[in-house]
Every structure is written in structure tokens, then in C-alpha cells.
């Protein structure tokens, strides 16, 4: 017996009121269609259809499996359309780098797309700044991420492997302690070098952006404190510790909240943008993230 082939012969059957219509609609031939008829009877051991004049009619036995019959075929056909979907369907691991804070880089609504676009898809998130993040996309250890750099330079000339895509651009101030605003007022960077400084590691954007600026000048910062989150710069600056960089955003707002002075005139400009690994620009996992990613911030995807 072929169930699932005995079954629409017997919906058919019922539906169309003859052997010959159902044979067409089945494209088998009658006798085919009136051997399955007979297999399900036996098998079943009930008389399904009543000959008439007007063609085949459903016993009361037939009348009462007519509707489980139907329920049973159109389970198979929704299970046979999701084994199909997933021959389409992106599934795997996608483990992205990410930087500062999650309402910053729009996490929340770049995941949700993604899940919306990719259900079948894993992500997996690692926390870092942005040299670590660029090093992890580089030798492969995550797929994607964020990453901090001067306007228009991306990973540059540090990761040439690497590719990018600027999402916005904003600007860094220097933030002082409460107070502080007659020490820092009308000051030029070789002033600025000078007084206390909260510092990070190689691999944070302060870093890069401050070498940056003071280096040609023949300057550096005076360390006395040395940090790798922007939450723990900001707790020391407001604790009278010393100077730091801030987003412009965060700047204003502790200004704002806490009366932290911002010096005035100096800005370092950055942008944000979302890296891979050049090499890797086809594969199925990189696209639907920028696809993801440019609903997120209207974007071009490619």
C-alpha cells in the first residue's frame, strides 16, 4: 500500500465524483486510480464510495475520513514546502565584532532585520574596540564589524585586506572636569598636551585619533590614566582625573547632566563604519548582512 498515494486518490475521487475526472486531475490512468481506491478500502477495511447514477458518492465511513484525509495531505505538503524553503534559506554562524555602546551603532534594529531577513541564521556578538575588532576580521576570527576611523580612511593602510562601509560620521570633543573651564578656555593643542590625560590602549579610536593630531606637532598626551571603556573615561573625567575624548553626543550630554566643560574648538572628526574581510565579499553570509545593514542605514548594500 502507498498511503500517501491511496489518500489523494480517495480526496480526488470525492472532489470530482468520478474516476475518470480524478485520473485526469492525478495524471494516472482509471484503473490506477481505481486499484488505489481498492488498497485504502482493504487496507482500511471500509467501504468509502457508493456507486450512483449521478457517479461516486461517499458512504458515511467516506463522508467521515473525508476531512482527516484532507488535513493529513495538506501536513505533507507544508512539510515537503519547508524542506524546500530550506534548500534557499541562509543558515549558519555569523559572529560580529561589536564597538561603544548598542544604541550607537543601531544594534538592535541591525539584528532584528537580520533575523527578519535570515531566521534560519545564528549571530554571535564579541565586544571590543575597534583595532581588536579589525584584527579579529582580518585573521578570520569574526565574519564582520564595527570599526572607528577618520572620515573617508576606513581600516586604511592599517588592514589593506579589509574593505568597509561608512554608515555616519560624527565628531570627538575633548571633554574637562566640572570646573575646569578657565584652564582650558582659548588653549591650543600644545596647552592641551600638557595637562592630565585619561589614555587607552593602542587598539581604541582615542588612541588613533589623538596620535594622530599630536604627532605631527611633535606632541603627546600626558597620561595619567589609562582606560578601555568610554563609560570608565567619562567616570574619571567627571571624577577630576583629566582630559578625555568623548562622541559629540556624549559630550553635549555631560555637559548637560554632570557639567563637564567641552574645550572649546577642537574636534576630531570620525566615522563609523562596518567592515569584512575583502576575500570574502561573495559569500552568501557577508551579503545578507549588508543587506541587513543597509535597511538599517540606508545604505547601499553593495
Known amino acids: 500500500m502507498h498511503p500517501l498515494q491511496s489518500l489523494r486518490a480517495f480526496v480526488t475521487v470525492a472532489r470530482e465524483g468520478s474516476v475518470s475526472r480524478a485520473a485526469i486531475r492525478l495524471h494516472l490512468t482509471q484503473p490506477a486510480v481505481s486499484l488505489k481506491l481498492k488498497q485504502l478500502q482493504d487496507e482500511l477495511g471500509l ?5 450512483k447514477p449521478q457517479g461516486l458518492v461517499l ?33 549558519g554562524r555569523l559572529r560580529i565584532g561589536t564597538i561603544v555602546d548598542p544604541e550607537f551603532i543601531r ?41 572607528l576611523a577618520p572620515p573617508g580612511v576606513g581600516p586604511g593602510s592599517l588592514a589593506p585586506d579589509v574593505t568597509h562601509r561608512e554608515l555616519t560620521r560624527f565628531n570627538y570633543y575633548v571633554v574637562a572636569p566640572a570646573g575646569w573651564g578657565p584652564r582650558i578656555r582659548s588653549v591650543q593643542w600644545s596647552d592641551l598636551a600638557t595637562m592630565p590625560w585619561i589614555v587607552t590602549p593602542e587598539d581604541s579610536v582615542h588612541h588613533r585619533l589623538l596620535k594622530g593630531t599630536l604627532e605631527p606637532l611633535g606632541l603627546m598626551p600626558r597620561g595619567v590614566a589609562e582606560v578601555d571603556q568610554e563609560a570608565c573615561m567619562l567616570d574619571l573625567v567627571r571624577a577630576g582625573v583629566g582630559l578625555s575624548l568623548a562622541r559629540d553626543a556624549l559630550a553635549m550630554a555631560e555637559r548637560q547632566e554632570t557639567g563637564l566643560e567641552i574645550v572649546d ?4 572628526p570620525c566615522a563609523l563604519s562596518f567592515i569584512w574581510h575583502r576575500g570574502r565579499q561573495e559569500e552568501p553570509l557577508i551579503a545578507e548582512a549588508l543587506e541587513a545593514l543597509a535597511g538599517v542605514w540606508a545604505i547601499s548594500p553593495a
Open 47 to 51: 467501504k468509502l464510495f457508493l456507486r
Open 59 to 91: 458512504t458515511p465511513d467516506g463522508q467521515a475520513l473525508l476531512q482527516p484525509a484532507e488535513k493529513a495531505l495538506a501536513a505533507v505538503a507544508a512539510f515537503e514546502q519547508s524542506a524546500r524553503a530550506m534548500h534557499s534559506t541562509l543558515r
Open 107 to 147: 544594534l538592535g534594529a541591525f539584528l532584528h532585520r537580520l533575523v527578519e531577513r535570515a531566521p534560519q541564521l545564528e549571530t554571535e556578538l564579541r565586544q571590543g574596540m575597534s583595532g581588536s575588532v579589525l584584527q579579529q576580521v582580518r585573521d578570520g576570527r569574526l565574519d564582520v564589524g564595527f570599526f
Open 265 to 268: 574648538g577642537v574636534q576630531l
